[in-house]
């Protein structure tokens, strides 16, 4: 594989189950040029984000990482951020204490719901409903200027949740705002391993983003080094095949470009 990256990776300071040094392993491994580190932050107190008492620590150690770490395999520092409308203001302030690489935003919460690892709600509106709560949260996210990639585009398929009808024109949408506001998505190849059993996004929306020139970066949402660029072959396949020729790095919140 040439120059490749994986830039949504979780540790023990999240909900991930190991520690930075054995993700490095496995990236040098796989032949990784770069990996992002990008535990989760968010306002709400779950038991699967990074404690407020940790950020110090997390900030140091990775920082340390990021400047020092010499080997084949370059780090970043990276940021999973829940989007909570209304909440911009405070969102901010958490992530300028990183100095981070790049943000992801994601959504797994509808209306205070944890929907991507409670299932107790589902029934409770028409997944058509969930689906049009669910993309305008991401067309928000998109929006606030906040975040350089939008994390997992279609989660809200992760449990088989699938649309009473044809959502295609809600994607339509969503992925127009995110070109207009300059965001980048990812492909995420977790989804590959959920209920679900597809990318994050899907190949048809994939091939939307694509044509009408939106960004893509590359990921595996690993929660444990084995996971580490999982299913990329797969990925960079699709990825040609719905027309991407690049995919986008970042450093310091500006954009590179790698030839796929
Ligand atoms: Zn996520
Ligand atoms: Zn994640």
Redesign the pocket.
Known sequence: MSYMVDY?I?TNFSDGKDSYMHYLEVARKKDLAEIGF?D?ITLEPVDWCVKEIDYPVLRENLKNLCDNFSEDVQVRFGL?VDFFSGREEEIKQVISYFPADYV?G?VHFIDGWNFDSDTSLYGKWTNNELYHKYFKLIQEAAKSGLFDII??FDLIKKMQCWPETDQTPLYEETLKIIKEANVVIELNT?GLDHPCNDFFPQREILQMACKIGIPITLSS?A?QPIQVARHFEKAISLLKEVGYTKITRFRNRQRGEIEI
């Open positions: 949504h979780h990008s989760h999973e992801i994601s994390g997992h977790s949402d929660h």
